[in-house]
């Protein structure tokens, strides 16, 4: 963190649950940053490529590898069963039985097999696409349905991302607060949450919130969709002491240019404002922290 | 014959499980000689996979018919080269179910969930 400039800072916005505006704000936020980087967590299914429709210069298969049985060597001592923590592996009718979509792909059955009767091969979960739009990169992970976990997707696509260089990244993070969340934030300088200005919205609220204090990550809150009348979330913030970093009205122009896949800040000046003016406060945040950690 | 089923305690008047992977325990019953094991099911506690778990302990019991009230996708894949057929329970008693299941009254389940429907990572909830 100390070593970290504003420039490079990582941004990632989460939230407790699906549709409270992790990718308007994301989308946004890396639009009107100009140099930026965008990363499409939410890999089950990554929506920010539709307002971005960056064109796309590259993409890259991102495979885990998966244990294979020769029936040959193995003599059914089901060490292997025993130990798959994911319940992966079956003994039926004599033979070991992979459960693909079960593994973790640990590797931990290879090592233990003492007839070697175990082997890996590599199987293709997904995507990354990477493409520009203007002059912000966007990073798309794609996960195959079906498949278990989108982490190994994640893991190589925030690798490529800070590899690429220092502009601001803003990590648009999947809904709730399970690993696939905290494989997101894991390198992020500060995050963003999202949050609806309902009762429900509060519990998912509180849910994020828990994380990013147990993960030690500073964090700021967006209160979205907000009307002219009492809003929990904004009560909960203020009960709890947690920076409200900007509030987001619930307005028809917004909503519609959101389902005609246009970025508000590219489109209006009214929402460019308020998003520069967003990400202004974000940068503040962040200068804060590098400095109260240095 | 052996039939297993999943109950909520250790007895013949216990319940039936609503569940089979995360049971607390299976009765696993002969018909023949009328003997009762209970066993405690050791995938309840799983992260992910409860379901491959427990159909595993079912088969190695050399189990030829289950009766539960439901069943997802993995587990019938271990149960069904398994050799194990899946009966759907219709009361919810043991004993009820036992004697329907030998006047031939339990008919084989139809409806199978998807596989992994609640493990660490929350199935596909959460959304």
């Known amino acids: 963190m100390a070593d970290t400039e504003v420039g490079n800072m990582r941004v990632a916005v989460l939230s407790g649950k699906g549709g409270t505006g992790k990718t308007l704000v994301s989308v946004n936020l890396a639009a009107v940053a100009g140099d930026s980087v965008y990363v499409d967590c939410d890999v089950e299914e990554p929506n920010g490529h539709l307002f971005f429709r960056p064109k796309v210069f590259g993409s890259e298969q991102v495979m885990v590898k998966i244990p294979v049985v020769d029936a040959t060597r193995c003599t059914g001592c089901r060490g292997c069963v025993d130990f798959c923590k994911f319940n992966a592996l079956a003994y039926i009718q004599e033979q070991v039985v992979v459960f693909d979509e079960m593994c973790h792909s640990c590797g931990g059955c290879v090592l233990l097999c003492p007839e070697h009767a175990l082997t890996e091969r590599e199987k293709i979960i997904g995507e990354i696409q990477y493409g520009f739009s203007r002059e912000t990169m966007v990073a798309t992970g794609i996960l195959n349905p079906g498949e278990a976990s989108g982490i190994p997707i994640i893991k190589k696509m925030l690798a490529y991302a800070k590899a690429v260089g220092d502009a601001p990244m803003f990590i648009d993070c999947p809904p709730g607060s399970a690993c696939i969340v905290m494989e997101s934030i894991q390198d992020a300088d500060y995050c963003i949450l999202v949050a609806e200005p309902t009762l429900f919205g509060v519990h998912n609220l509180a849910m994020v919130y828990e994380l990013v204090d147990l993960f030690k990550k500073p964090y700021g809150v967006v209160l979205n969709k907000c009307l002219s009348e009492e809003n929990p979330a904004e009560i909960f913030c203020r009960q709890q002491g947690i920076k409200i970093l900007g509030s987001i009205p619930f307005d028809a122009e917004l909503g519609t240019m959101n389902s005609n896949a246009c970025i508000a800040a590219r489109e209006s000046l009214v929402y460019r404002e308020m998003f520069s003016s967003l990400l202004q406060t974000v940068l503040g945040e962040v200068r804060n922290e590098t400095i109260a950690d240095s | ?127």
Do not use: W
């Open chain 2, 1 to 127: 014959m052996k039939i297993a089923m999943p109950v909520n305690d250790k007895s013949m008047k216990a319940s039936i499980s609503d569940t089979f992977g995360r049971t607390q325990f299976f009765l696993i019953y002969n018909t023949e000689s009328k003997d009762c094991l209970y066993v405690d099911n050791s995938a309840a506690a799983s992260q992910g996979g409860a379901g491959i778990k427990a159909a595993q302990l079912v088969i190695d019991h050399k189990v030829e018919a289950l009766l539960t009230p439901q069943c997802g996708e993995n587990a019938v894949k271990v149960l069904q080269p398994g050799g194990v057929r899946i009966y759907k329970t219709t009361y919810i008693s043991v004993m009820d179910n036992i004697v329907a299941f030998s006047k031939g009254e339990l008919a084989l389940i139809d409806h199978i969930y998807g596989g992994g429907q609640g493990g660490f990572h929350g199935g596909h909830g959460g959304r």
